[in-house]
């Protein structure tokens, strides 16, 4: 019971986590990317497109990483280039790309909504014989890659932004653009950089859910955890551990709606939590900011 | 960054019309790359949208709710609150007055009207008090707290349709249909344009008026463009944060209520397609002026009545619509070298 439980959750974690990850190292570059959502979308759909195309599940994930990544240099340019406020253009993003895709659905596969062509290569999971039988850890037998590739994500990229020369000058652009440029390098380069690494790990969420858990594509499969990988990584704010951390905790919370779904729990108010929990955490913030913040009002 | 232009107004229309082009040439490169001809296609859209009487009416319609959207965005933007919250508000206001308007069947339309549409305010400017307090009494981050508060607003008002507010028999998530008292009466039957277009309209002249002739209209603008000059001459900013924030949650509550009595006519789920988000990108192109808001909203109300309309007469997926708001809105923030800064950095 609790392994499938802890498994299911492990599976419902991988698209919030890398997508997180993405969106935590964006914004420790110092862009705040409100577009992962409309990455995970153009990977999920190029993915099963890919998978079918192919035959095979490895070269649709790579496919998927690079779509996200396109989206995501497109948004960086017009965020860095054209000083387009990120907020805005962020969503621009995933208003028009979630019409492009429907979009293409309707007027290249002639699909509404559903597109579910035939050969679609999962991607495999990984069996750890021994442990099937253990409690609690039987739930890492089983696993796809991209779930193994989204923890190691973490502690790779916590020490990659403490300890390298990489890190320290993603930070020094989110914290102090004019720094960076006063000892010769480009900042706008590295935050493209940093976006283009969040498009690619979105691009690979979305993969995670269209040829990792469904084996098709629906114009929902996103279902918003873009801006719930959002709400991880402001609740993480400068630790990969915890935006990881809020990753998991959602991801437990959306495995747990669908397990109670049809017994009096109402999943809409459980789908809500991720948002509630980030407000209050914001909130905690600002109190215990608030020394910090009295007489600088902006 | 100067566009060359002599005329000041000129570069400002410039500006205005820029991200419009923009967005309808990558329009134009999508359609071709699926093998539909461009020109055919946007005159046909033009045609759908403006041709006649009855198209006119029915992209004032679509434009209804866009024009109190683009004003809530306005509203707060001007004080320089960056609240993208309306669409939660627009799902509260139209849950609330669908609730007065059905369960309260014996109430004549004039007072059921009225009280439908001020609870439908008074929840949309409820719901932003918090991310105003947040912001105006411990500066958090306003883009944030009402992005989320739009998903859980979606998310409650969705709950209550599927559960405790379901109408009996029905099978999609919807409340009861609301008494024919509380509708809005048509002005061109049988056109769908309704009375919510006149009180729209006359709320963005109102604005217009508030903005450039009075004293608050005066200081949100102040608080919008210099923040510490503001302070230094006595203005209390949390005040006027405040303020811009509750107002702008009161008109997107006030469009939900008018998009149910007006046309809906009940509450559904899915009962916004982002018209919150398509305000934010009309107040921008209006960089907040009335009669922006007013142009914006009813180009953007033709997009989706010819969108609809297209789909129905040709085979170009509906879908272009959405793609050609996303790119305004894109468009819209960039510096495309017309005139100065638009907007500026908000967090």
Redesign the interface.
């Known amino acids: 019971m609790i392994n499938l439980f802890l498994h299911a959750a492990l599976l419902t974690t991988t698209p919030i986590l890398l997508a997180a990850i993405g969106g935590f190292v964006n914004r420790m570059g110092g862009l705040v990317n409100l577009g992962l959502e409309s990455m995970m979308l153009a990977g999920a759909l190029v993915g099963v497109e890919v998978s079918a195309a192919t035959g095979s599940a490895l070269l649709a994930t790579f496919a998927a990483a690079a779509v996200g990544a396109i989206v995501a240099l497109l948004m960086s340019l017009v965020v860095t280039r054209l000083r387009a406020n990120e907020i805005i253009v962020g969503l621009g993003f995933t208003v028009a790309v979630a019409g492009l895709v429907r979009f293409i659905l309707k007027s290249a596969y002639g699909a509404s909504g559903t597109y579910n062509p035939p050969g679609v290569v999962m991607l495999p999971r990984l069996d750890v014989p021994p442990l099937e039988s253990v409690p609690v850890l039987g739930a890492l037998s089983g696993l796809d890659p991209l779930t193994w590739l989204a923890w190691a994500l973490v502690p790779a990229v916590a020490f990659a932004i403490a300890r390298t020369r990489w890190g320290l000058r993603l930070r020094a652009t989110g914290a102090a653009e004019a720094t960076v440029r006063s000892v010769g390098l480009q900042p706008l380069a590295i935050r493209d950089g940093s976006t283009v690494f969040a498009g690619a790990l979105s691009g690979l969420a979305g993969a995670h859910l269209s040829i990792g858990i469904v084996g098709l594509f629906n114009e929902g499969i996103t279902g918003g955890r873009g801006f719930i990988a959002l709400a991880a990584f402001y609740f993480g704010r400068t630790s990969a551990a915890r935006t990881a951390f809020g990753a998991l905790l959602f991801g437990v919370f959306d495995a747990a709606q669908i397990r109670l779904q049809g017994r009096g729990v109402p999943s809409e108010i459980v789908q809500t939590l991720p948002y509630v929990i980030v407000i209050v955490v914001l909130t905690g913030l600002g109190f215990a900011d608030r020394r910090a913040m009295r007489g600088r009002f902006f | 960054m100067t566009s060359g232009l002599s005329s000041p107004q000129l570069g400002r229309a410039a500006a205005a019309a820029a991200p419009f082009a923009l967005a309808l040439a990558i329009g134009a490169l999508?359609l071709a790359a699926?093998?539909h001809e461009p020109a055919t296609v946007y005159r046909l859209m033009l045609e759908e949208a403006f041709g006649g009487e009855r198209r006119i009416a029915a992209t004032l319609t679509e434009a209804t709710p866009l024009l109190l959207t683009g004003l809530a965005a306005a509203i707060a933007f001007r004080a320089?609150v960056?609240n993208?919250g309306a669409e939660g508000c627009f799902y509260l206001g139209g849950i609330v007055a669908a609730i007065a308007g059905y369960a309260l069947p014996s109430w004549p339309g004039v007072a059921l009207i009225p009280l439908a549409l001020l609870s439908a305010s008074l929840i949309g400017g409820a719901w932003l008090v918090?991310p105003g307090l947040?912001r105006a009494k411990?500066?958090?981050?306003e883009?944030?707290?009402t992005?989320?508060?739009n998903?859980?607003a979606i998310?409650?008002t969705?709950?209550l349709v599927?559960?405790p507010l379901l109408a009996r028999g029905s099978a999609n998530s919807a409340t009861p249909q609301i008494v024919a008292a509380a509708e809005l009466p048509r002005l061109l039957p049988p056109t769908t344009l309704n009375l919510g277009f006149v009180i729209s309209l006359a709320l963005v002249i109102a604005y217009g008026g508030w903005s450039r002739f009075s004293a608050g209209g005066f200081e949100s603008r102040l608080v919008g463009l210099n923040?510490?000059f503001s302070?230094a001459v006595g203005i209390e900013?949390?005040r006027v944060v405040l303020r811009a924030m509750i107002a702008s949650g009161v008109v997107g509550g006030l469009a939900g209520g008018i998009h149910t009595l007006g046309l809906v006519h009940r509450f559904v789920a899915g009962f916004s397609p982002?018209y919150g988000?398509t305000g934010?990108?009309i107040a921008?192109l209006a960089r907040n002026s009335a009669v922006g808001v007013a142009v914006a909203a009813v180009l953007f109300g033709a997009l989706s009545s010819a969108g609809a309309n297209i789909q129905l007469f040709s085979?170009?997926?509906i879908?272009?619509?959405?793609?050609l708001?996303?790119?305004?809105?894109?468009f819209?923030?960039?510096?495309?070298g017309f005139g100065r800064?638009r907007?500026r950095?908000?967090?």
């Open positions: 999508v699926t093998g320089g960056f993208v918090a947040l411990l500066g958090v981050d883009v944030v707290t992005l989320m508060l998903f859980i998310d409650l969705s709950w599927d559960g923040p510490r302070r900013l949390p982002g988000f934010i990108a921008l085979d170009v997926p879908e272009i619509v959405e793609i708001q996303g790119a305004v809105m894109i819209a923030v960039a510096q495309l800064a907007l950095a908000a967090t």
